[in-house]
Antibody, heavy 121, light 108 residues
Framework: EVQLVESGGGLVKPGGSLRLSCAASGFTFSSYSMNWVRQAPGKGLEWVSSITGSSYIYYADSVKGRFTISRDNAKTSLYLQMNSLRAEDTAVYYC???????????????WGQGTPVTVFS | SSELTQDPAVSVALGQTVRITCQGDSLRSYYASWYQQKPGQAPLLVIYGKNNRPSGIPDRFSGSSSGNTASLTITGAQAEDEADYYCNSRDISGDHLVFGGGTKLTVL
C-alpha cells in the first residue's frame, strides 16, 4: 500500500525557515517524480515544486529562490526546505506522487494528508 | 492568476448529469487530470490522461477534451459527489504544473 506521511509543519515568523519531510512507503521511491502542493486556508490547490527520480528540479515562480526541494532515495523521503517565509506561504503542504507515463498525461496519483504551515507575526 | 480557468460553482440535481470544465491554452498540448476534494481531506485523483479512472473510482466519472477545454462529466450524480473539483495540467512551457481555481459542486 502506497503511503505518504508529511511532517515538519508548524508556526514560524516572517523571514523564518522550516523543513518539511515526506516519508514514502509501499512503492519503489526512486522510480517516481515527487511533488509538493500547497493549499492556503479556504483557497485552491497550488503546485510548489517537483523533483524527478534523477533529481531534475522545478519550482513555481512564487517560491523560486526561497524553497529547496530534495530527496533521499535511500531513506525514501522527500524534503522541502523553506526559507524567507512570508505570510502568503501559510498553507497546508501536501506531498504527492507523480503517476508517470506519457509526458502529455501528468497527474498526481497519491497524496499525503498534509502538514500545516502558519507564518505569522 | 491561474492559467487554467474553472467555473467557481456548479450545481446538479441528484441523479442528473453534470459537466465541469477547465479552460487553458496548455490543454491544446497536454491532457488535464481531475481531483475531488472533500472538506478536511486530501485531494483524490478521479480522471487522468485521455479518459482514465484510477482503481476504485466509479464509472460515472468520465473525462474528455476539445481544443483548449477539458471536461469532467459525472453521469448520475450522487450525494457523495458533492465536493470541490480541480483540474491540473502542465503549463504552456511544459516544465511547470498548474491547477485550475476549483469548482464547488453542489448536489441538490
Amino acid at each position: 500500500e502506497v503511503q505518504l506521511v508529511e511532517s515538519g509543519g508548524g508556526l514560524v515568523k516572517p523571514g523564518g525557515s522550516l523543513r518539511l519531510s515526506c516519508a514514502a512507503s509501499g512503492f519503489t521511491f526512486s522510480s517516481y517524480s515527487m511533488n509538493w502542493v500547497r493549499q492556503a486556508p479556504g483557497k485552491g490547490l497550488e503546485w510548489v515544486s517537483s523533483i524527478t527520480g534523477s533529481s531534475y528540479i522545478y519550482y513555481a515562480d512564487s517560491v523560486k529562490g526561497r524553497f529547496t526541494i530534495s530527496r533521499d532515495n535511500a531513506k525514501t523521503s522527500l524534503y522541502l526546505q523553506m526559507n524567507s517565509l512570508r505570510a502568503e506561504d501559510t498553507a497546508v503542504y501536501y506531498c504527492a506522487r507523480d503517476l508517470g507515463g506519457s509526458y502529455r498525461e501528468h497527474s498526481f496519483d497519491y497524496w499525503g494528508q498534509g502538514t500545516p504551515v502558519t507564518v505569522f507575526s | 492568476s491561474s492559467e487554467l480557468t474553472q467555473d467557481p460553482a456548479v450545481s446538479v440535481a441528484l441523479g442528473q448529469t453534470v459537466r465541469i470544465t477547465c479552460q487553458g491554452d496548455s490543454l491544446r498540448s497536454y491532457y488535464a487530470s481531475w481531483y475531488q476534494q472533500k472538506p478536511g481531506q486530501a485531494p483524490l485523483l478521479v480522471i487522468y490522461g485521455k479518459n482514465n479512472r484510477p482503481s476504485g473510482i466509479p464509472d460515472r466519472f468520465s473525462g474528455s477534451s476539445s481544443g483548449n477545454t477539458a471536461s469532467l462529466t459525472i453521469t448520475g450524480a450522487q450525494a457523495e459527489d458533492e465536493a470541490d473539483y480541480y483540474c491540473n495540467s502542465r503549463d504552456i512551457s511544459g516544465d511547470h504544473l498548474v491547477f485550475g481555481g476549483g469548482t464547488k459542486l453542489t448536489v441538490l
